[in-house]
Antibody
Framework: QVQLQQSGPGLVKPSQTLSLTCAISGDSVSSNSAAWSWIRQSPSRGLEWLGWTYYRSKWYNDYAVSVKSRITINPDTSKNQFSLQLNSVTPEDTAVYYC???????????WGQGTLVTVSS | EIVLTQSPATLSLSPGERATLSCRASQSVSSSLAWYQQKPGQAPRLLIYDASNRATGIPARFSGSGSGTDFTLTISSLEPEDFVVYYCQQRSNWPLVYTFGQGTKLEIK
């Protein structure tokens, strides 16, 4: 079955860049029927979809308006994984970050194990 | 942006009882609604997609119904492991955004 394994630092300083990676097993980041997403969860904002990358003859990205100016999601076909970069972070970006596969276009399954990222000096 | 409102925020029931959780959308979302279960310290797990389809491996005691703006997740007979948090989620296309409800916590009475 499809499994997602997240990696990356749990502490980032304000104004710096948050970087996380999600390794995929049991599926391909280049799949023509899936999209690879990042979602975060915090007590103040709840569950918040951040964006995704997907391949349909070429690569596409979509990002949430709330983070569009600061976010990049990239596929890495050589390692079958995808990454999240969030620039200029503030304490409000402190959250548990999840990667997830969007299958069928409207729901997320499965999810990665989650990474608590704290933005603090 | 479509807002999803879940009710109640907390539901107190006993094992073996029937649970009915509600999710109301601020505009019609057709049948594009999913339900997730989240246990403490874990990622959300997909239970129901397209309003009424059980995900792979989900027990038959979980069922979903509804369309348009009003949706329901029903757990027919509560097991001890069901007393956790449940979220609904929808997709809007213009602009593209996925939104989640604020969650319903199911607690043991």
């Amino acid at each position: 079955q499809v499994q997602l394994q997240q990696s990356g630092p749990g502490l980032v300083k304000p104004s710096q860049t948050l970087s996380l990676t999600c390794a995929i097993s049991g599926d391909s980041v280049s799949s023509n029927s899936a999209a690879w997403s990042w979602i975060r969860q915090s007590p103040s904002r709840g569950l918040e979809w951040l964006g995704w990358t997907y391949y349909r003859s070429k690569w596409y990205n979509d990002y949430a308006v709330s983070v569009k100016s600061r976010i990049t999601i990239n596929p890495d076909t050589s390692k079958n994984q995808f990454s999240l970069q969030l620039n200029s972070v503030t304490p409000e970006d402190t959250a548990v970050y999840y990667c997830a596969r969007a299958a069928g276009g409207s729901w997320f399954d499965p999810w990665g194990q989650g990474t608590l990222v704290t933005v603090s000096s | 942006e479509i807002v999803l409102t879940q009710s109640p925020a907390t539901l107190s029931l006993s094992p073996g009882e029937r649970a009915t959780l509600s999710c109301r959308a601020s505009q019609s979302v057709s049948s594009s609604l999913a339900w997730y279960q989240q246990k403490p310290g874990q990622a959300p797990r997909l239970l129901i997609y397209d309003a009424s389809n059980r995900a792979t491996g989900i027990p038959a005691r979980f069922s979903g119904s509804g369309s348009g703006t009003d949706f329901t997740l029903t757990i027919s007979s509560l097991e001890p492991e069901d007393f956790v948090v449940y979220y609904c989620q929808q997709r809007s296309n213009w602009p593209l955004v996925y939104t989640f409800g604020q969650g319903t916590k199911l607690e043991i009475k």
